[in-house]
């Protein structure tokens, strides 16, 4: 396993102090120069699929799970762990003072047509829907977001961001 990235939210005072910890587990997945991503209207940003893992349950499950749901792939195949990302931020639930979070990409292949995704409330209420896009596209998208520092970005577009500028290096072959 390869740590790709620490990131500290810029909020966040201090690392020590009740830490609430979350695992989760992300998909890339690239097909004709498109990568399959959650557009969500609420922080006007692009983020890979993925989320939680629960107590117990196995990452590989866990992440064929979360890409069903919020995307409805099918068929689901991981092809390789691609590394992980070590964030620290602000916590919003009582008795935490922040959040660690342990996020894993895995490289992913998918049946060619997605089925209705099934979205939590939270999710369907913060406007979230599963989009084919050029990678190049979504990343200017983030990265205008920031530089406009856009008064409802959320704490996870620098993840997120950093992310498809990484995929698009490694991952991507560019056409033009």
Known sequence: MKL???LIHPELASRTGRTFRRHAARGIVLREGRILLLFTERYNDFSLPGGGVDEGEDIQAALKRELEEETGARDVQVQAHYGFIEEYRPHWKPGYDLMHMTSHFFICDVAPELADARMERHEIANGMKPVWIDIFEAMHHNRQVMTRQEQTMGQSIQR??????KISREL???TA
């Open 4 to 6: 790709l990235k620490e």
């Open 160 to 165: 997120e961001t950093f992310m498809l500028e």
């Open 172 to 174: 991507v072959v560019r």
